[in-house]
């Protein structure tokens, strides 16, 4: 399996990192304050209509994602499909 091809997007800026957490739970920006002290990056929040937004993290090598449930419990198997 040929490796993913490098990130061209760039880092989030602070306003843009603010407007990510923003509609998240307690529950869900306390694990993520926690996440982010092991480097964990909140990267996007996937907010499909009429749903709870669907915040989705990575690890520190970009390969691992992880989803924050509502309740602030970690998804390490998500069905989240993602772009290549």
Do not use: H
């Not at 480097?39 to 989803?67: I, N």
């Amino acid at each position: 399996m040929s490796k993913p091809p490098k990130e061209r997007r760039t880092p989030p800026t602070t306003a843009a990192t603010a407007d990510l957490r923003a509609g998240l739970t307690p529950a869900q920006l306390a694990t993520l304050k926690t996440m982010e002290q092991f480097q964990w990056q909140l990267r996007f929040v996937r907010r499909p209509m009429f749903q709870a937004p669907v915040p989705v993290l990575f690890d520190r090598s970009g390969e691992r994602y992880v989803v924050l449930r509502e309740d602030g419990s970690i998804d390490q198997n998500p069905t989240l499909r993602l772009r290549g």
